[in-house]
């Protein structure tokens, strides 16, 4: 009787690993795999409105940081961003991902497709693990530039009740945001502007949100 119960234990063990393995990661696989993964150059092959705008408001700092707002230095400052992002720990309390669920659409914009997430800016994913502020795949057309600039050198100037930390270190001796602050300025208003067809979705989105 014990003998039997071993087996059986074993061979559910063994078997309901086999499944899980089947739907959860060959499965995905399979279709995932078939959709290409685009370069960051392939995404957003020109530098962003908020790049350009960083670039005239502190010409010094940018210039020390990436010289002319060039493709290149837009690629560069977006690829340090997500580094910093993930350094940082950013996603132990924002989510990347928009869930068909609750009227989350409604709040943060189009739902999340997983062909969002077949390009390097997200390898690994950042879809978060839970969320103590907003979720940020939409986070484009929320706030301008000079509200990013204060919300990182200090969020509660900007919403008075925050739990988000400052994050002084991404300025300079100046106060002026520095290469990490204009990277993560740029990235904060690039996520989810790429994804154009769903541009007017997202609008809509925005302005029931405020
Ligand atoms: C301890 C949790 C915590 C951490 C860590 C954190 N945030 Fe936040 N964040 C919040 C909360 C809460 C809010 C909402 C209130 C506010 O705007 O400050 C927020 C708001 C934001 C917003 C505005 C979103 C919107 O739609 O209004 C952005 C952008 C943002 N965070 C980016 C970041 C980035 C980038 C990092 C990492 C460098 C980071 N946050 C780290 C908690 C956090």
């Known amino acids: 009787m014990h003998e039997r119960f071993t087996t059986v234990a074993l061979v559910a063990g063994v078997g309901c690993f086999a499944l899980a393995w089947c739907l959860e990661a060959w499965l995905p696989l399979t279709h995932i795999g078939r959709i290409p993964v685009k370069t960051l150059e392939e995404l957003a092959p020109e530098p962003t409105e908020t790049f350009l705008e960083l670039a005239e408001l502190y010409p010094k700092s940018f210039k020390r940081a990436y010289g002319e707002p060039t493709a290149d230095a837009f690629h560069d400052s977006l690829r340090h961003a997500r580094d910093t992002y993930i350094a940082e720990g950013c996603w132990h309390c924002h989510s990347q991902f928009v869930r068909p669920v609750s009227n989350e659409d409604i709040r943060f914009g189009a739902v999340s ?98």
Not at 142 to 149: I, N, P
Not at 190 to 202: K, N
């Open 113 to 210: 497709t997983a062909a969002e997430y077949q390009n390097e800016m997200q390898l690994p994913q950042l879809l978060g693990t839970r969320r103590v502020g907003p979720d940020l795949s939409r986070s484009w057309n929320k706030h301008s530039t000079d509200w990013h600039v204060a919300h990182f050198f200090e969020p509660s100037w900007v919403v008075p009740t925050t739990v988000m930390p400052n994050y002084r270190w991404f300025f300079d001796e100046n106060d002026e945001p520095n290469r990490t602050g204009i990277a993560m300025v740029t990235y904060v208003m690039w996520l989810g502007s790429w994804t154009e067809d769903w541009g007017d979705e997202i609008d809509e989105a925005g302005e029931n949100d405020s």
